[in-house]
C-alpha cells in the first residue's frame, strides 16, 4: 500500500505511531523512501520498512517517542554508515554519530538518571531504551 497520496503528503493512516507524532518532513521522507522501496524490492514490504527508516535516520534522530530533524544530516550509527545488508548493530534512531554533548542534551531532555556519569556509548543505549520505553506507552 502507497505512503503517500497523489499530492506526495504522507498518508496518516500508513505511517508507523512514532511517525504520526512527528513534522511532516520525517513523515514524507519516510513515505517516499518506503513508496521508492516498495517498487524496487518488487513488492518486500520488510525491505521497504528498513529502507525508509534507513533514509530517515539521515535526516532525523529519535528522541522520546518522535523524529525530530537532526542539526547535520548523515548516518546516524555504524549500520546506517554501512548500508543495506549491514550487520553491525543499530541505534535504534539515536544519533550515534552525534556529539557527546549532544546525547547529554537529550538524556537531560529525556530525564535519563545518571547521564553526568556516562560514556557516549552508553549514552546512546541509555537513550535508545527510553525512547522505546517511550514508544510502547505512547497512544
Known amino acids: 500500500m502507497p505512503k503517500t497520496t497523489r499530492s506526495g503528503s504522507a498518508k496518516q493512516s500508513e505511517l508507523p505511531g ?3 507524532r512527528s513534522d511532516e518532513k520525517a513523515q514524507r521522507t519516510y513515505a517516499h523512501a518506503y ?3 516498495i517498487e524496487q524490492y518488487d513488492g518486500d514490504e520488510e525491505a521497504a520498512h528498513r529502507v525508509a527508516f534507513a533514509a530517515l535516520k539521515h535526516t532525523h ?3 522520546g517517542d518522535s523524529w525530530r530533524p537532526k542539526e547535520r544530516n548523515g548516518p546516524s550509527d555504524q549500520r546506517s554508515q554501512e548500508g543495506y545488508g549491514s550487520t553491525a548493530p543499530t541505534a535504534g534512531g539515536v544519533d550515534a554519530n552525534a556529539s557527546k554533548a549532544h546525547l547529554y542534551d537529550v538524556a537531560k531532555e529525556l530525564d535519563i538518571a545518571g547521564r553526568s556519569t556516562m560514556s557516549k556509548s552508553e549514552l546512546v543505549d541509555a537513550i535508545e ?3 522505546d520505553r517511550r514508544s510502547r506507552r505512547a497512544p
Open 18 to 20: 512514532t511517525l504520526q
Open 35 to 37: 513508496d521508492a522501496a
Open 61 to 63: 534522530e529519535k528522541v
Open 129 to 131: 531504551k527510553e525512547n
